[in-house]
């Protein structure tokens, strides 16, 4: 793959060419050469775009595509297309398919289905067996078939001397757990969050103390074990000040939080829309501060479009059968825009990798292609056509974003919108 990408700003605070405006020559998958200007000699494909700009390329550390078991709802070739689309080169993958990954061969099968795409997948192995929460799975097993990391999407470990040995088995080949924040003796049949909104529409309320709880707990466990935590879509102002203690304790932890929580709160759901109806919960003014502090300051470490296709069977019902989710690839970028500045919006992409044993990049000569391409400054309203996935739940649907994504240019390929 030759292709020249003319007059691209580079963000990238890792290369020399951070805040440039350059030409970039790319052959056989390898950037040869930036300068301000390249003349085309070998008559290569040239890309032209406007107001380019380009990062290396961004990672998602929670998605989920229904393969195998719910290919309805969205396939991995599918899933990784939308993915490029919307400009990530690299995303983990959630176990939470049927049957669940929680094996050597079914991590093997989801990485084979993912070969030859230019966006490379990363599976997260169930940490238990069939994520029934009862037994650990085969943890070493799955880490040696490409495993990045061990979770029961969306399903919280109730038994605390389970996720005890968890965190001590993994430590052995620096295995990294990860712990979804919900005590759900606590949260129980709550399906929104609970607060003046939820009495108000009459749904059952799935409190903050649930989520706070659940980390407090692990966070000692992580104290007592020294192995390596991740919280994923932490979203109460608490849970922020939990984990930021624990960081000053120098604990091995890290959180993300998804971008529905950072734009959204509780009021949203006045309309009784299912797109709304995620976990954890969209919660307070006050919790979306806090979190967005969490952002700034790096108690928070990734943020992830927790993107969950379901199909319309399972979203177009009463708010209290609908499942939980949200897709949310498509509008990632344009979400954070409106909250961030660029540059900040392209750090919060590109952070994670290191942590889930991805190795970074930068636009470097010498280096391997592994660029986002995107507009920053372009305003629009997200509709269903600007959906890629084969779902549409898209919490963001009539949203006012900021940013439009070309595409990437990865693993050797250019995939363009």
Known sequence: MNVLIKSATIIDSKSVFHNQTVDILIEKGTISQIASTIKNTNNYKEIKLDNLHISQGWFDSSVSF??????ERETIANGLKTA?????????????????????????????????????????????KGALGENMAELFDMSQAGAVAFYDYQKPIENPNLMKIALQYASNFDGLIMSFPQESRISRSGVMNEHVSSTRLGLNGNPALAEELQIARDLFLLEYTGGKLHVPTIST????????????????????????????????????????????????????????????????????????P????????????????????????GALQTLFTNKKTIALLTNGKERFGIEPSSISIGEKANISLFN??????????????TSKNTI???????????????NNKIILK
Do not use: W
């Open 310 to 333: 379901i199909d319309i069977e399972h979203k177009k019902i009463e708010f209290d059968h609908a499942k939980y989710g949200t897709i949310g690839l498509e509008s990632a970028f």
């Open 376 to 389: 920053p400054d372009e305003t629009y309203t997200f509709k269903k056509t600007n959906i890629t996935s």
């Open 84 to 128: 490029a689309f919307s400009g990530f080169t690299a995303v983990a993958l959630n176990a939470n398919s049927n049957p669940v990954i929680d094996s050597f061969a079914d991590i093997s099968l989801v990485k084979a289905k993912a070969q030859n795409h230019a966006v490379s997948l990363y599976p997260i192995g169930s940490l238990t």
């Open 396 to 410: 963001f649907e009539n949203a006012e974003l900021k940013g439009q994504v070309y595409g990437v240019i990865s």
């Open 66 to 71: 229904g393969e195998p078991g719910y290919e």
């Open 237 to 308: 102002a608490k849970s922020v000040e939990l984990i930021r203690d624990a960081k000053k304790k120098k604990l091995d932890v890290t959180c993300s939080v998804a971008i529905h929580n950072l734009y959204f709160t509780d009021d949203a759901l006045e309309t009784f829309n299912t797109n709304f109806k995620v976990l954890p919960p969209i919660r307070t003014q006050s919790d979306v501060n806090a979190l967005i502090e969490g952002i700034k300051d790096g108690t928070i470490d990734m943020v992830t479009s927790d993107h969950n």
